[in-house]
């Protein structure tokens, strides 16, 4: 005997709707993120690396070739998920009933575009002049347009106070137009000025340290502030040291640009030292780590990243005195943008992602903890090697550098793997529908 079950559709509720249009946006963020983390980023990086050690010589390499390496990292990969993100919780806002759909899609391809065109100006090289400065103007409408729809939306009740994790997101978010600013400047004067597609070498290491110690580095803190209490079990935290370390990160940043060097490297680390004490991460857990549907390895994972954070800002100190060929700076450079950045990315990221992407579950606990084992791995390699080759000389570190490149590749293959596994499956509800309807219709 069949049965016929007739569903009664009602129309969607604004909330919902809302809801469902930002899942695709933050969808699409992230597979352009998870694009340029690969292919203009990852594969790229690897690439410049075996040039560097076939010729075991950094000056071997184009710096425009490092540059659109770098650009895609930052900008493409954790600039894109970043915008996604905050797309996404325009809809947690209580006075939100539709989602900015068309500001989501304009800003989401004048970014895109925008980092595309970046990294295949400094590659090629071909109509640079042009092209290197569009693609600043593309990058700043991008995020502008984001910035402006993001801040006219404030929660119900007119509630005048901000949580510590939210202050430290909005000022993050503020270095970040500045630092499109102060890029799309520099690319308009390189466009007139300069002779290659390259900027000058301190130049970029200028916003190159204005965009990781002014955008990531804190924006990762505040979202830490939030969800390490409720996800690993973390003590919660303490906001004096925690705004203490950020506003020395601002004095880091503006030491940098007056050339300070060796007080900067300094100044950061203390500032690290101080978030470290502020979000209590190597402190015992309060309570029981959330790690259902993940690997139990997650706490382990967060509290590794912030180990390499420390090693990159003591090797920072030690650049700062010792350095000659660039190898300690690179070192400690690696262990800030792989070490600290990527691995929370890829611990964080594989914990909540699925559940802003529709509720999803993570696709594979055992693909979570091989990608963050293998890029731990691949960044403890390089970063002992890098100062070992470039500045002593070591044979056998040339030849291991490209081996933790591909150690690398291969993590970032196995994370990006496991996203779009995710992404792939049914909404966790849909699939209970799914199995309901499946369990019914076989016992009809």
């Known amino acids: 005997m069949k049965t016929n079950i007739i569903e009664i559709s009602s129309p969607e509720e604004p909330r919902i709707r809302a809801e469902r249009q930002s899942q695709t946006l933050v969808e699409v963020f992230l597979a352009s993120g998870l694009f340029f983390l690969l292919l ?14 076939r010729h075991e010589a950094l000056a071997a390499l184009s710096p425009a070739w490092l540059q659109a390496h770098g650009q895609a990292q930052v900008f493409g990969w954790v600039g894109s998920f970043i915008l996604g993100i905050g797309f996404y919780s325009l809809t947690k806002m209580q006075t939100t009933r539709t989602f900015p759909v ?13 980092v595309a065109l ?36 404030r929660p119900a009740g007119g509630q005048s106070t901000k949580a510590a994790w939210t202050i430290l997101v909005i000022l993050s978010t503020v270095v970040f137009l500045l630092t499109l600013v102060i890029n799309t400047v520099a690319l308009f004067w390189l466009a007139l000025t300069g002779s290659n597609p390259a900027l000058p070498h301190r130049l970029d290491l200028q916003l190159v340290t ?5 955008v990531l580095v804190p924006a990762i803190w505040g979202f830490n502030a939030r969800w ?12 004096q040291w925690l705004f203490s370390g950020y506003a020395l990160s601002l004095a880091g940043i503006a030491l940098v640009f007056l050339n300070q060097w060796g007080i900067s490297a300094v100044v950061l680390a203390i500032s690290a030292l101080l978030a470290i004490k502020g979000l209590q991460v190597w402190s015992p857990a309060v309570q029981p780590a959330k790690v259902h549907n993940i690997h139990p390895s997650f706490p382990l994972f967060l509290r590794i990243a912030y180990v390499w954070l420390l090693i990159a800002s003591l090797l920072g100190c030690l650049a700062a005195l010792e350095d000659r060929s660039g190898g300690l700076w690179g070192a400690s450079r690696h262990a800030l943008t792989v070490g600290f950045v990527a691995v929370m990315v890829f611990t964080i990221g594989q914990r909540v992602l699925p559940a802003f992407c529709g509720m999803r579950v993570l696709w594979s606990k055992e693909l979570m903890f091989w990608s963050l084992a293998l890029l731990n791995l691949g960044c403890l390699l390089r970063v002992s090697m890098e100062p070992m080759a470039y500045e002593r000389d070591w044979q056998i570190a040339w030849r291991l550098l490209p081996v933790s490149a591909v150690i690398e590749l291969t993590a970032v293959t196995l994370f990006a793997l496991n996203l779009v596994g995710t992404l792939m499956q049914k909404p966790a509800h849909l699939r209970q529908l799914s199995d309901a309807a499946s369990d019914t219709g076989g016992a009809l």
């Open 40 to 53: 203009p980023g990852t594969f790229l990086g690897v690439w410049n690396l075996i040039g560097i050690s």
């Open 102 to 114: 068309g500001k989501g899609w304009t800003s989401w391809s004048l970014w895109t575009t925008g």
């Open 118 to 153: 970046r990294w295949l100006g400094g590659v090629t090289g071909w109509h640079w002049r042009w092209i290197l400065p569009v693609s600043g103007l593309l990058e700043f409408g991008g995020f502008l347009l984001f910035f402006l729809t993001v801040r006219r939306h």
């Open 210 to 214: 204005m965009a990781i110690w002014g």
């Open 228 to 239: 390490l209490p409720i996800f690993a079990g973390f003590a919660q935290p303490r906001t």
